[in-house]
RNA sequence: GUAGAUGUAGCUCAGUUGGUUAGAGCAUCGGUUUGUGGUACCGAGGGUCGAGGGUUCGAGCCCCUUCAUUUACCCCA
């Protein structure tokens, strides 16, 4: 049988795993850094808590689980299961009898349900960081995966926008550190709630938002296009048009805003809050992220109410988001527990890792496939058990060494294999090293050697 | 779902208007070299050409079907 994986996941072989893992130590250490404190959830959560969070789409996206055992039913629920299924092989149907489990599709999502379920335990505001997979029944592309980590930071149960702030100045410093020079454009679902109350749209926002979301890519006739083929009025559409247009900088835009939204409550209030974040942004000291008010944003998810994120790398070809967020009044509600506000924000590290590869962004000392820095060469027999001897000296002295396990025919064999795991030092033991207790010691970058005595190699590896 | 591209050795790919025994590089193994790797040279093994059907004297190449991979749309990290 040919060997092969699912579509859209993906091995990783251990030069791989040493950026990703640089990657994650970052974003992590930064987590840390503000305050974040980790949690894990399950793989698998109840398919009920995660319907109906994350849109039409999303929701279709999920990964579901099969009940088990569902052989071992009795002979009138098999029936049902029968129905259940043809039911679901024809219209978009969510049956709990066939899968009540799923795979989580984010972060946040599982996270709300904790929040609520420990919720006598935990000390508001609460801020927590979760770097685990999560899982989407999408189709791949380039840069598009079905199984793919998040890292999430988030804080639930405080209402201030310092809470955004913080987390902008969080993006500063972990993509500083990444080195990937990146746009985070932000935006807030109450413009976007009081745009849609000035057009009397309200009920056709998530098409508004969705068609001005592509401005981008279509371009200003493209939407105008999409806007009419959702039923929106020309009216409206006119009323519109100097948001389309609108550009230049944060302040002018936020000036335009405001003239259009004055009649709108909702749409004051998001100018407010976009204001609070642009005249402190000064505070937190970004030195390396550009932000920028972008009302063209509106993102997906449903759960959002406030301010949205949304990163993307500023140089190269491959520039998808890396990295989204937002705030969220009551994701909390839906599990029976009102009034806590959430903030938080999910580095996508998989695309960051695409980015970082294709600019060449990894420092020099993670392109090692191996950490070893020494590896000892046998003989024969009666040297390797010396060489394992020597090794637990070395390992002692905190000195990453490994020891050829094999007695081979070629020696050659052994110094081919350093070479190819690109260990520095290669320890030689035959018969002369063992009666003199010696080691010979080869730098393999300039082929120079030495015999040593057993403190000197410690000393000269240190 | 819709549209395009690609499936040939373990990997990356050549393969002419259809013509004898399907090739290369890398990788693997062996040798030049029984106390020394990365270089060089010599040699070896490895293929139901994605699968099935058709056209033809003859198909890796043309036609049909099907499967897989991949890119774009939609949506998203």
């Known amino acids: 049988m040919k060997p092969s994986i699912p ?14 893992q640089y990657i994650f130590n970052i974003i992590k250490t930064n987590f840390q850094l503000f305050g974040y404190a980790p949690i894990e959830t399950p793989t698998m959560e109840n398919i009920t808590t995660l319907t109906g969070k994350y849109g039409e789409e999303g929701d ?36 709990e009898l066939l ?10 999502v599982p996270f709300a349900r904790y929040v609520v379920m420990n919720h006598h335990a935990l000390t508001y505001p609460f ?11 999408d189709k791949p592309q380039k840069g598009r995966y079905r199984e793919f980590y998040q890292c999430d930071a988030d804080v639930i149960g405080s209402d201030s926008l310092v809470n955004e702030l913080e987390l902008i ?37 998530i098409d508004i938002t969705v068609a001005i979301d592509k401005l981008d890519k279509i371009g200003k006739d493209g939407v105008i296009k999409e806007l009419q083929s959702k039923e929106i009025s020309a009216e409206a559409i006119t009323k519109l048009e100097p948001l389309i247009d609108l550009s230049g900088t944060n302040d002018a835009k936020v000036s335009v805003l405001k003239t259009f939204l004055a009649s709108s409550e909702i749409g004051k209030k998001g100018i407010e809050e976009i204001e609070f974040l642009l005249t402190n942004l000064s505070s937190i000291n970004i030195k390396h992220i550009n932000v920028e008010l972008d009302i063209t944003l509106a993102r997906g998810l449903n759960y959002y109410t406030g301010t949205i994120f949304e990163a993307k790398a500023d140089s190269g070809t491959f520039t998808p988001s890396i990295l989204g967020g937002g705030r969220y009044d009551d994701l909390t509600g839906i599990f029976g527990l009102k009034g806590l506000s959430g903030v938080g924000i999910s580095f996508g590290v998989d695309r960051i ?38 090794a637990a000296k070395l390992r002692a002295a905190g000195i990453n060494a ?42 393999m970058a300039t082929g120079e050697q030495q015999e040593l005595s057993v403190e000197n190699l410690v000393n000269a590896l240190k």
């Open 7 to 20: 579509r859209g996941t993906r091995d990783f072989g251990p030069a791989e795993m040493q950026k990703r």
């Open 353 to 390: 890792y695409d980015v970082m590869e294709e600019l060449n962004l990894f420092p020099e000392s993670v392109n090692k496939v191996s950490t070893t820095k020494i590896l000892l060469v046998n003989f024969g027999e009666a040297e390797l058990m010396y060489c394992v001897s020597l």
């Open 169 to 205: 100045a969080m993006m500063d410093k972990s993509f500083a550190e990444l080195k990937i020079l990146v746009i985070v454009k932000f935006n807030n679902r109450k413009i976007l709630s009081g745009i849609a109350e000035i057009l009397n749209a309200s009920d056709k926002i």
């Open 99 to 108: 899968t009540e489990k799923a795979l989580r599709y984010d972060l946040t």
């Open 127 to 137: 801020k927590r960081y979760q770097i685990q997979p999560v899982w989407r029944a």
């Open 60 to 95: 279709q996206l999920i990964f579901k689980v099969l009940n088990s055992r569902i052989h071992e039913s009795k002979d009138d629920k098999k029936e049902l299961l029968k129905k259940e299924f043809i039911t679901s092989l024809e219209k978009s149907y969510n049956s």
């Open 402 to 443: 490994e020891v050829y396990p094999d007695v081979v025919k070629k020696v050659s064999k052994q110094f081919e294999y350093a070479d190819k795991k690109q260990i520095p030092y290669v320890g030689v033991v035959g018969s002369n090293e063992m009666t003199n207790k010696t080691i010979m010691l080869k730098t």
